[in-house]
């Protein structure tokens, strides 16, 4: 029951949690604190991937450079080179 409890604790308070914005802002400190990559863990990805979609559109534009991140090209707003 324990470890049940702080493992949920840490998915309710991870950097990942919030709205866009929060989000944008915990990665943005994290990375200025010397992060260079993050692997991001979607639990309802197997039968909802609507969280991945917005983390893709809302969130990701505003961590990565545009012109080194091409592959990013298919999202509304960015032009492939």
Known sequence: EEAVA???AGYRS????GTAEQIIENLTALRDAGMTYAITYFAEAA???TGIALFERDVLPELV???VHGHLWHLPG???S
């Not at 991870?14 to 949690?17: E, Q, V």
């Open 78 to 80: 960015f032009r492939r």
């Open 47 to 49: 039968y909802d991937t």
């Open 65 to 67: 450079d545009r012109e």
């Open 14 to 17: 991870g950097p990942c949690i």
């Open 6 to 8: 702080s493992t949920m």
